[in-house]
């Protein structure tokens, strides 16, 4: 019987983004996706918190009876795996991360708050617009990325996982890092790989932030498939 594998998105993204890779992943696992709330088209009229998306984690192991599975979260979806570990742990046997942000200080949410201007990004980046009103069609862009702010500022003020939190942390974590990420440093990513108990931190080579531009390659060899 093959193991469950669960694919989470990260911050303005959907489970749509992970097509490839779950057919690539399928000959070995049982391979899951979901979209949290106010994601992908799920509607929600709720405001997002990694709490939230915990629970909406929680939610679909238990409506789709899984007992246990592996988790793999770009982004995002890297730091509800891990909170997930803490509420949840008998759920979860593995953990891998990629570009997962860990400083939350408010000096730097504040700065990842800024790039979050969906009047700029509309005139400045049409593309990424567009992209973006496909991924959450008919979903409104622009309020997803208004609630992602709030939520990056609330992570810094009082959601923030904390080095206590990370040592009680006891499941295989493997944290990924691109070198070339600019919004996740190399630094931070050690900095946890140390608080966790059993872990390993692997630096992707030219590898940049957007999970579009990984290759599904480098991907599957990051989850030690083959």
């Known amino acids: 019987m093959k193991e469950h594998i669960i694919l989470l998105h990260g911050a303005l993204g959907s489970e749509n983004q992970f ?3 779950k057919e690539s992943l399928a000959d070995k696992f049982e391979v ?3 979209n949290f709330e106010g994601h992908g088209g799920k509607t929600s009229n709720k405001a997002f ?3 939230l998306f915990t629970e909406n984690l929680a939610t679909y192991l238990k409506e789709n009876s899984i007992q246990n599975t592996h988790i793999f979260g770009y982004s995002m ?3 509800v795996a891990l909170n997930a570990a803490l509420q949840i742990p008998e759920k979860i046997q593995s953990i891998y991360t990629l570009g997962t942000k860990f400083n939350w200080s408010i ?8 790039m979050l201007n969906p009047q700029k990004i509309e005139e400045k980046v049409p593309k ?3 992209r973006l009103a496909d991924l959450h069609f008919p979903l409104d862009w622009k309020e997803i990325m208004n609630k992602t702010g709030k939520m990056m500022n609330q992570i810094a003020e009082r959601e923030k996982l904390k080095e206590i939190d990370f040592k009680r942390i006891k499941h295989k974590v493997t944290i990924g890092v691109g070198s070339l990420d600019n919004m996740v440093s190399y630094e931070e990513s ?3 790989a140390n608080q966790l108990t059993n872990s390993k931190l692997i630096e992707l080579n030219n ?3 957007p999970i579009e531009s990984l290759e599904l390659n480098t991907l599957l060899n990051f989850i030690d498939i083959y």
């Open 128 to 130: 990424f617009a567009k």
């Open 77 to 79: 979806g890297g730091y």
């Open 49 to 51: 918190s990694i709490q």
């Open 32 to 34: 899951h996706s979901m």
């Open 207 to 209: 590898v940049k932030h």
């Open 107 to 114: 000096e730097s949410a504040a700065k990842e708050v800024r």
């Open 190 to 192: 050690l900095t946890v």
């Open 19 to 21: 097509s490839q890779l």
